[in-house]
């Protein structure tokens, strides 16, 4: 968890990719204080013509991100994930800022379970990773 959700009607380079899962990595790092195991990213391209707005096929240059994570952030955190991720998007893709919509939807930790656990609240990973078998907490450890 957090899960970043790519969908776009152009083809991605996978070096586009690439620093897309960078930058999302990183900000959720940031901004979210929670470890880089957690990030998920995931890219979905449709066909031209899948996505509409307000009645109207969208533009092909429209890419929509859609984040799930755990809630209990603040809305200054949201924000800054929110604007971060905007302008890294239109950076690496080089598209119009009114292109990129993000959406942050909050789960409750409670109901996530990744790694065979349920996850903790923000700010209770240590504690959450000290409890994992130490096999599957020296791979999180090392990929972070």
Request: hydrophobic residues 45%; without cysteine; proline residues 6%.
């Amino acid at each position: 968890m957090p899960t970043y959700a790519f969908t776009t009607m152009r083809h991605l380079s996978p070096e586009q990719r690439g620093m897309l899962v960078k930058s999302v990595t990183a900000i959720h790092q940031v901004e979210a204080k929670a470890p880089r195991y957690f990030v998920q990213v995931i890219f979905y391209t449709i066909e031209p013509g899948s996505m509409y707005i307000g009645g109207e096929a969208a533009s092909e240059d429209h890419i929509w991100v859609r984040a799930d994570i755990r809630a209990g952030r603040t809305r200054e955190q949201k924000a800054a994930i929110l604007h971060r991720i905007i302008r890294e998007t239109v950076k690496i893709l080089g598209v119009a800022t009114e292109s990129v919509w993000v959406y942050i939807s909050d789960i409750p930790a409670a109901g996530v379970a990744e790694f065979g656990n349920v996850l903790p609240q923000p700010g209770g990973e240590a504690e959450w990773l000290a409890s994992l078998p130490s096999a599957l907490r020296e791979k999180l450890l090392a990929a972070s």
